[in-house]
Each structure stands twice: as C-alpha cells, then as structure tokens.
C-alpha cells in the first residue's frame, strides 16, 4: 500500500474518533437538554478545532507558503493531514482518561495514537506530498492546539464571591 493511502485512512480514522465525540456531545446536549451540561472534555475542543480549521484556510486560501514537493503546485504548509491527525489524537489522548477508566486500555489507545501520528507525519514527506518543514509546522500547529485544550479545560469556573 501506497504512503498516501495509508496517511489518507489515518485522517479518516482521526475524523471518524472526532465524529464519535460530536456524538456523544450531540447526545449529551439533548438528553441533558442544555449545552452547559455537556462534558467539558467535549465542549472544549471546539476553539481548537475553530483555531485549527482556521490555520488551514489561512495557508490554503489566503498565505501560500510553499507548494507540494510532487509538482502539483497545490499549496503544502503545514500538512493538514499531520495537523488534523495530530490535533485530534492528542485531544482525544487528553479526553480519554473522562471516558476510558481502564489504565492499561487507555495507555495502548494513547500508544497507537501517537504511532498514528508518527505514521502521517513520515508517510506525508515518504509520499512526495509534503516537505519536512510542513510536516513540523504542522505538529507544531497541533502541540499549540492541543495545549489550548488542556488549557481550556485546566481553567477552573469562577466561584462568586460570597461576602
């Protein structure tokens, strides 16, 4: 199998992980019927998510970079298949602890998540379709996105003051 298609099944998989949370959201959104009762693990991957497809449309559409590496002269930095595998893994590595409660399953699912994550940042440069820098930028991309997340969910609600 061709390195293009393997990265290409990896972003499927990364997509088809991220659909299972908006699911779940979805559900808990409507079974809890109110947005503020849905996990926090699920709603704050949102900005990222906004932020991360925002950076795609940036460098797609609007601050061409760099070209592909193949001749295509499609634009290339940073990889959205890194970025977008890479970003949805480690949220989904963060969130995991809320929803997985089995340690050893948790730690084999972050394992073959960040295999996944070295396979398409390896298998984008070995297809021809990426340069190396849009491979690093794009993990760079997704460490900040996936920082923001752990941030969002750090920052703990405001108690009112009762004086």
Do not use: C
Request: hydrophobic content about 60%; proline content about 4%; aromatic content about 8%.
């Amino acid at each position: 199998m061709q390195w293009e298609k393997i990265t290409d099944i990896i972003l499927i998989a990364a997509l088809a992980l991220l659909g299972v949370f908006a699911i779940l959201g979805l559900t808990e959104w409507i079974r809890r019927k109110s947005l503020k009762k849905v996990d926090r693990e699920l709603l704050a991957m949102l900005p990222s998510l906004v932020l991360m497809a925002a950076t795609y449309f940036i460098f797609d559409e609007l601050l061409i970079l760099n070209t592909r590496p193949n001749g295509s002269g499609e634009p290339s930095f940073p990889s959205s298949h890194t970025m977008a595998t890479t970003t949805i893994f480690l949220m989904a590595i963060i969130a995991l602890p809320k929803y997985v409660k089995n340690q050893p399953l948790r730690i084999v699912l972050d394992v073959v998540m960040l295999i996944l994550i070295a396979l398409v940042s390896v298998g984008r440069v070995a297809a021809n379709m990426h340069w190396a820098s849009d491979v690093i930028a794009a993990l760079i991309f997704s460490v900040i996105f996936a920082a923001l997340y752990l941030l969002i969910l750090k920052l703990k609600k405001k108690e009112p003051n009762h004086a």
